[in-house]
């Protein structure tokens, strides 16, 4: 099996898809940065938790309204009324799994 950090792209990729996987690798490494730039006590929407967490929004939700292993409201999660937005703090979320 070929160890792929030892593949030169350019023995295996002709022009266009060079440019592309640069153009790629670009974007990926973008969003890596943004997101160590987050603050990391921040406040998140349910959608947003999910997203940074790459879970989905239903995951997360039963995650911390679990009733067997309920996670901490007000240091994990937050809602000012039952039926309005949950919003969920992402570094806290992380220590409590």
Known sequence: MTNLTSVNIA???DNPEKIEWILNKIAFLENE????KKP?????????AAAELNKSVSAVR?????????????????????????SVNVANFRKYM
């Open 11 to 13: 023995e295996v990729m």
């Open 33 to 36: 940065l943004a997101k160590l």
């Open 40 to 48: 990391q006590n921040q406040w998140l929407t349910l959608e947003e």
């Open 62 to 86: 039963q995650r911390v309204k679990s009733t067997k292993k309920p996670m901490p409201e007000g240091k994990v999660w937050k809602q000012a009324d039952k039926g309005h937005a949950i």
